[in-house]
């Protein structure tokens, strides 16, 4: 309960504020739409390579999305001098982090859930299965708990905007392939046999080492 108390005090705080501003969700959602539409007429997809294209553009746009709305994670707490009281506060480190990581998980699923109508107008794409919700889930717990910790380095430089996806993308790279793997065994566009088996549990250890080893270099790099 120690845990969960400012893990939830956190959230709620994030999303009220981002309810009544709406300028992470929208931003990213208008240029995850622009992503999608941009890349629909610049490879001109067609009915019979829809299945070939749709994961890579699924995934390029919601990378670039969830970067855009991962950098935003600590900029408040930053201008308005938060930071300082939530580092003040009696919590564990660990609680702030994991806080700010479930505000991005939550985020992130609502950009996606957001995003994928559109995807599946422009493109002509049904091919919606449980594989793919899973690696959407893991892929996404995975973005934001590396994009949290990335993104608590870059607040602290001047040019945050350059620095998060510099830093971010070499290391988030086994996921973003691995779900693009997934996401084509699942709507049909590769061989589908060991491709969910090698990459799913890939993604899952992947979520899981991170979940361990960023609060602990969190709590390393708010006290310098």
Same mark, same amino acid.
Do not use: H, Y
């Given at each position: 309960? &120690?845990?969960?108390?400012?893990?939830?005090?956190?959230?709620?705080?994030d999303?009220?504020?981002?309810?009544?501003?709406? *300028?992470?969700? #929208? =931003?990213?959602?208008?240029?995850g739409? !622009?992503?999608? @539409?941009v890349?629909?007429?610049?490879?001109? @997809?067609?009915?019979?390579?829809?299945?070939? !294209?749709?994961?890579?553009?699924?995934? @390029?746009a919601?990378?670039?999305?969830?970067?855009?709305?991962?950098? &935003?994670?600590?900029?408040?707490? &930053?201008?308005?001098?938060?930071m300082?009281g939530?580092? !003040?506060?009696?919590?564990?480190? *660990?609680?702030?982090?994991?806080?700010?990581?479930?505000?991005?998980?939550?985020? %992130? !699923?609502?950009i996606e859930?957001?995003?994928?109508?559109?995807?599946a107008?422009?493109?002509?794409?049904?091919?919606?299965t449980?594989?793919?919700?899973?690696?959407i889930?893991? /892929?996404?717990?995975?973005?934001?708990?590396v994009g949290?910790?990335f =993104?608590?380095?870059?607040?602290?430089?001047?040019?945050?905007?350059?620095?998060?996806?510099?830093?971010?993308?070499?290391?988030?790279?086994?996921?973003?392939?691995?779900?693009?793997? #997934?996401?084509g065994?699942a709507?049909?566009?590769?061989?589908?046999?060991?491709?969910?088996? &090698?990459?799913?549990?890939? %993604? /899952?250890?992947? *979520?899981?080492?991170?979940?361990?080893?960023?609060?602990?270099?969190? =709590?390393?790099? #708010?006290?310098?």
């Amino acid at each position: 309960m &120690r845990l969960l108390r400012p893990m939830a005090a956190l959230v709620w705080k994030d999303l009220l504020l981002e309810l009544r501003s709406r *300028d992470i969700v #929208v =931003s990213a959602l208008v240029f995850g739409f !622009l992503v999608v @539409v941009v890349f629909n007429f610049a490879l001109k @997809v067609s009915p019979e390579r829809v299945s070939e !294209l749709a994961p890579g553009i699924l995934w @390029v746009a919601f990378a670039f999305a969830g970067t855009l709305a991962m950098s &935003r994670a600590f900029v408040r707490e &930053r201008e308005q001098g938060g930071m300082e009281g939530l580092l !003040l506060a009696p919590v564990s480190r *660990d609680a702030i982090f994991l806080g700010k990581v479930l505000v991005s998980f939550l985020f %992130m !699923l609502v950009i996606e859930a957001a995003l994928l109508p559109v995807f599946a107008v422009l493109l002509n794409f049904t091919s919606f299965t449980l594989t793919l919700a899973g690696a959407i889930l893991l /892929a996404t717990l995975g973005f934001a708990t590396v994009g949290t910790l990335f =993104s608590a380095i870059a607040v602290q430089t001047r040019s945050r905007e350059v620095m998060l996806p510099v830093l971010f993308f070499p290391v988030i790279l086994p996921v973003l392939i691995g779900a693009v793997e #997934v996401s084509g065994a699942a709507v049909g566009s590769g061989p589908q046999t060991g491709v969910v088996t &090698r990459w799913l549990p890939l %993604m /899952a250890v992947f *979520d899981a080492v991170f979940l361990v080893i960023c609060p602990w270099i969190f =709590s390393i790099i #708010v006290e310098e």
